[in-house]
Nanobody, 126 residues
Framework: QVQLVESGGGLVQAGGSLRLSCAAS????????MGWFRQAPGKEREFVAA????????YYADSVKGRFTISRDNAKNTVYLQMNSLKPEDTAVYYC???????????????????WGQGTQVTVSS
């Protein structure tokens, strides 16, 4: 079992920055890949970013590439999502997820992740 708790969401103006954190517990952090997904009102949950177990490989959705950075600190059992140059279309509930058996070829798909946090709201005003 892995428990995940997100924090760092809030209201920010377009062009601003936020850093999301996801604290994990219950299992050694280096045994699972981590991902961030988001869901806007009326839309399906979509992939944002993911990071390999060691932190050596990262993956991004095209919509956030160059603006968002995912990182992890396995010693602190925490994964981060640094979000810069935020746009109103980034407004959503952001979820972190842990995938014990996640495979690189499908790490962008939500079914690869067994554990999910409760989500944190990010609102970007224009």
């Amino acid at each position: 079992q892995v428990q995940l708790v997100e924090s760092g969401g809030g209201l920010v103006q377009a062009g601003g920055s936020l850093r999301l954190s996801c604290a994990a517990s219950g299992r050694t952090a280096s045994t699972y890949a981590m991902g961030w997904f988001r869901q806007a009102p009326g839309k399906e949950r979509e992939f944002v970013a993911a990071i390999s177990r060691s932190g050596g490989v990262t993956y991004y959705a095209d919509s956030v590439k160059g603006r968002f950075t995912i990182s992890r600190d396995n010693a602190k059992n925490t994964v981060y999502l640094q979000m810069n140059s935020l746009k109103p279309e980034d407004t959503a509930v952001y979820y972190c997820a842990a995938g014990v058996t996640a495979r690189a070829m499908s790490i962008r798909t939500s079914i690869e992740y067994e554990y999910w946090g409760q989500g944190t709201q990010v609102t970007v005003s224009s």
